[in-house]
């Protein structure tokens, strides 16, 4: 990459700058919960870092418009984009296929043998759903895999699963009264509002066990 290039290129905190003088609210979490939806499709360092050019701003900038003053949901806002910006490649019908695993095919592509993955199942890790595994159930199965590393197995795993299900007790709390209003649309941004809850849940947990990983350090 030439350093011309590589000005081009702005961090999500840069980008936050530059959003937070229109939109006192946006957050981190909301750049990268709309990423998750699809809307933008920022670049990645070979090291993992989000790299967003003016144009992933200028999208930004026109979802959070939408979303202030016209109360639009996402899946409106996604078909306006398709027609100003052109549609995103995460949106595309063919662009990104649904994983759909053997037992097989799972133990191969997440490195782990038989003994770790029937391990993953008796503990409710995960599990297949008519015998076929989605793309969580690899993310798990490869992150497991990982920590075996560290000597964690499964086993050891069983309070992470426990604060996980306590998390998606406090989203299914905040979208149940959506639910109940039982109004057009009401799925639709009660699946809107969980997504961006998750979002949010997930930073407020890393941010906790970094904290609590640099005092056992004693750092």
């Known amino acids: 990459m030439t350093s011309q290039a590589a000005r081009s290129h702005m961090s999500i905190g840069e980008v936050l700058a530059l959003l937070q003088g229109e939109f006192p609210d946006v957050t981190i979490s909301k750049i990268r919960f709309l990423e998750g939806e699809g809307l933008i499709e920022p670049e990645r360092s070979p090291s993992g870092y989000r790299k967003f050019t003016h144009l992933h701003v200028e999208q930004l900038r026109f979802i959070l418009t939408e979303q202030r003053d016209h109360y639009l949901p996402l899946r409106v806002i996604k078909d306006k984009m398709a027609e100003g910006f052109g549609r995103p490649r995460a949106l595309q019908g063919n662009d990104k296929q649904e994983i759909r695993l053997s037992r097989a095919e799972l133990i191969e592509a997440a490195s782990i043998d038989e003994e770790t993955l029937a391990e993953l199942e008796d503990y409710g890790l995960l599990a297949p759903v008519a015998r076929r595994y989605d793309e969580e159930a690899l993310?798990?199965?490869?992150?497991?895999?990982?920590?075996?590393?560290?000597?964690?197995?499964?086993?050891?795993?069983?309070?992470v699963k426990a604060a996980a299900e306590r998390e998606c007790g406090l989203v299914e709390q905040a979208v149940a009264p959506i639910l109940k209003r039982r109004a057009p649309g009401a799925i639709g941004e009660a699946d809107e509002?969980?997504?961006?809850?998750?979002?949010?849940?997930?930073?407020l947990h890393a941010s906790l066990v970094r904290t609590g990983v640099r005092s056992v350090l004693g750092r």
């Open 139 to 159: 993310t798990v199965a490869r992150t497991v895999g990982a920590l075996a590393r560290f000597g964690l197995r499964a086993r050891h795993l069983r309070a």
């Open 193 to 203: 509002v969980g997504r961006e809850l998750s979002a949010l849940l997930l930073d």
